[in-house]
């Protein structure tokens, strides 16, 4: 079984900073893209950013300069640290993982269950 948790979430005023945490755990042989997404309410999920396991990463424009992702191979952890926050920052950040279980497994995503961002004075 693998397991993915998100962490860090919280309240935090407008033009604060906070960083969120994802962690992977469990049966696993390697994991590939992690990212970033997130949903406020009455909206898609939308995807924020992600990184390679090589470390080469991508973001949605509208957080790019505010956002970093970043990750620990070893420790098999993705972050999001996110700066100059805004109230429409606001959502449920959910973590995603690309992840084979041994070294003959398909290619599988997992994704934890969400961390609560709130952004407001």
């Known amino acids: 079984q693998v397991q993915v948790v998100e962490s860090g979430g919280g309240l935090v005023q407008p033009g604060g900073s906070l960083r969120i945490s994802c962690a992977a755990s469990?049966?696993?042989?390697?994991?590939?893209?992690m990212g970033w997404y997130r949903q406020a309410p009455g909206k898609h999920r939308e995807l924020l950013a992600t990184?390679?396991?090589?470390?080469?990463?991508n973001y949605l424009e509208s957080v790019k300069g505010r956002f970093t992702i970043s990750r620990d191979n070893a420790k098999n952890t993705v972050y999001l640290q996110m700066n100059s926050l805004k109230p429409e920052d606001t959502a449920v950040y959910y973590c995603?993982?690309?992840?084979?279980?041994?070294?003959?497994?398909?290619?599988?995503?997992?994704w934890g269950q969400g961390t609560q961002v709130a952004v407001s004075s």
């Open positions: 995603n993982a690309e992840i084979r279980r041994w070294i003959g497994d398909s290619l599988n995503e997992y």
């Open positions: 469990g049966s696993i042989f390697r994991i590939y893209t």
């Open positions: 990184i390679a396991a090589g470390g080469d990463t």
